[in-house]
């Protein structure tokens, strides 16, 4: 199975926002605070058109399985990216595309200059915080910046000098 990665387009928006919601009904965390409610996930194109943000999708056979991207949240600390609306579809987990698709944006947001890349999750994607771990993020006791998705109480950072 061959996967490729490139950046959003457009015409990506009705395809990501679909994955993404039905991966958080998958996970039952489809509620308020979270990127399910979040104006921009039906905009992710718009989005990533901000300076200093970057946004990959994983394509096997002509067919969106995923997305990831880097963005320099409001309030984090200085040199500091987010990792952010990383979703990969059901039937693509376990085989390392999610772990190329965060290699590949980790390696984005150093080019990007940023020292440190900032994760939020939830305790239901568990797989998906040991991936996290196995890639050096850190657990924090607490969120940092203002992504505006309070629901979430796992926050990690991982220092890109490693």
Known sequence: MNVSFRPIEEKDNPLLVDLIRKVFREFKIDKPGTVYT?????ALYQ????????????????????????????????????????????ETRGQGIGYQLMQQNIALAKELGYKQ???ESFPE??????????????????????????ACNIWMLKDLAE
Not at 38 to 42: G, I, Q, Y
Request: aromatic share 12%; glycine share 12%.
């Open 38 to 42: 979040d104006p921009t996930t039906d």
């Open 47 to 90: 989005l990533f058109q901000t300076p200093g943000s970057a946004y990959l999708v994983a394509e096997q056979e002509g067919e969106i399985i995923g997305g990831c991207g880097v963005y320099p949240t409001d309030g984090l600390p200085e040199g500091c990216a987010e990792l952010v609306k990383f979703y990969l579809a059901a």
């Open 117 to 119: 890349l900032y994760l």
């Open 125 to 150: 994607l568990a797989k998906a915080v040991s991936m996290y771990e196995k890639a050096g993020f850190k657990p924090l006791p607490h969120a940092l910046g203002n992504s505006g998705h309070y």
